[in-house]
């Protein structure tokens, strides 16, 4: 059971009992049974609503499946870093990913840092109203788009991957005889596995190319920092920025 589902589960249970206890307590509302007509009709009620409340709780909690939300997230819906931490997070029942999701995670958090420690240098060398900055900004607003562009897909992927599905898939592959000491399995099961495959290594390649562009942009802080000089001139000729772009111009012309 998630985290979050044994938070709700305490909530759920103590605030059932409080509720009684503020009902049935003759110092509050003062609910009984046995005396008054309507208090007892009330008290009954409340009690058999609480036992449903509880009972239906508590199965939901413990033992409902939650259904996996299929819509895909498209462009604008991830508006903030902690709604791609909190994407990510959601999809931790499909444990094959977990290794991405916790360097997607990081690699989130540490592109945070080096935006951050790119505006501090900056600022060292313009104002935001300088051409050469609002240049610099374009560059890097482009790379972060590409950058958060990447974890939206990685999500997307891992919405439509069907992990229980998967899992019967390779436990067929298990089951199959073995010829030649390698594992023999039907063309479905084959076929099955290619494809979830495919889904599997899409995702490690995003978080590859993420990974690039972090390597990157410390590149980038590192050639910066060494400069006392800086310009519009001078910053086109910084390798890091004519990777970016590249990177930029190839992604334009892979989205046309």
Same mark, same amino acid.
């Given at each position: 059971?998630?985290?979050?589902?044994?938070?709700?589960?305490?909530?759920?249970?103590?605030?059932?009992?409080?509720?009684?206890?503020?009902?049935?307590?003759?110092?509050?509302?003062?609910?009984?049974?046995?005396?008054?007509?309507?208090?007892?009709?009330?008290?009954?009620?409340?009690?058999?609503?609480?036992?449903?409340?509880?009972? +239906?709780?508590?199965?939901?909690?413990?033992?409902?499946?939650?259904?996996?939300?299929?819509?895909?997230?498209?462009?604008?819906?991830?508006?903030?870093?902690?709604? +791609?931490?909190?994407?990510?997070?959601?999809?931790?029942?499909?444990?094959?990913?977990?290794?991405?999701?916790?360097?997607?995670?990081?690699?989130?958090?540490?592109?945070?840092?080096?935006?951050?420690?790119?505006?501090?240098?900056?600022?060292?060398?313009?104002?935001?109203?300088?051409?050469?900055?609002?240049?610099?900004?374009?560059?890097?607003?482009?790379?972060?788009?590409?950058?958060?562009?990447?974890?939206?897909?990685?999500?997307?992927?891992?919405?439509?991957?069907?992990?229980?599905?998967?899992?019967?898939?390779?436990?067929?592959?298990?089951?199959?005889?073995?010829?030649?000491?390698?594992?023999?399995?039907?063309?479905?099961?084959?076929?099955?596995?290619?494809?979830?495959?495919?889904?599997?290594?899409? &995702?490690?390649?995003? &978080?590859?190319?993420?990974?690039?562009?972090?390597?990157?942009?410390?590149?980038?802080?590192?050639?910066?920092?060494?400069?006392?000089?800086?310009?519009?001139?001078?910053?086109?000729?910084?390798?890091?920025?004519?990777?970016?772009?590249?990177?930029?111009?190839?992604?334009?012309?892979?989205?046309?």
């Amino acid at each position: 059971m998630s985290k979050k589902n044994i938070i709700k589960l305490i909530l759920l249970n103590l605030g059932i009992v409080a509720l009684n206890v503020v009902l049935f307590s003759q110092g509050l509302v003062g609910l009984t049974i046995g005396g008054d007509a309507l208090l007892t009709a009330i008290g009954v009620t409340t009690i058999v609503m609480s036992l449903i409340g509880f009972g +239906y709780g508590n199965y939901s909690l413990l033992f409902k499946q939650p259904q996996e939300n299929v819509l895909l997230f498209k462009a604008g819906e991830l508006a903030e870093t902690k709604d +791609y931490v909190a994407a990510l997070e959601e999809r931790r029942d499909k444990k094959i990913f977990e290794p991405e999701i916790n360097s997607a995670v990081e690699q989130i958090y540490r592109m945070q840092d080096k935006d951050k420690a790119l505006d501090s240098i900056l600022a060292q060398f313009f104002s935001p109203q300088e051409m050469t900055y609002t240049r610099f900004q374009t560059i890097i607003n482009s790379v972060q788009e590409i950058f958060y562009n990447n974890i939206k897909k990685m999500i997307n992927r891992m919405i439509i991957f069907d992990y229980k599905d998967y899992m019967k898939v390779l436990q067929k592959l298990n089951n199959s005889p073995m010829v030649d000491g390698v594992k023999v399995s039907s063309k479905s099961v084959g076929a099955q596995l290619k494809i979830y495959n495919e889904h599997i290594y899409y &995702v490690r390649e995003l &978080v590859e190319m993420n990974e690039g562009i972090l390597v990157k942009m410390d590149s980038l802080l590192l050639e910066i920092s060494k400069l006392d000089d800086l310009d519009t001139k001078g910053l086109e000729n910084i390798a890091a920025v004519q990777e970016f772009n590249e990177l930029i111009a190839q992604t334009k012309f892979y989205k046309a």
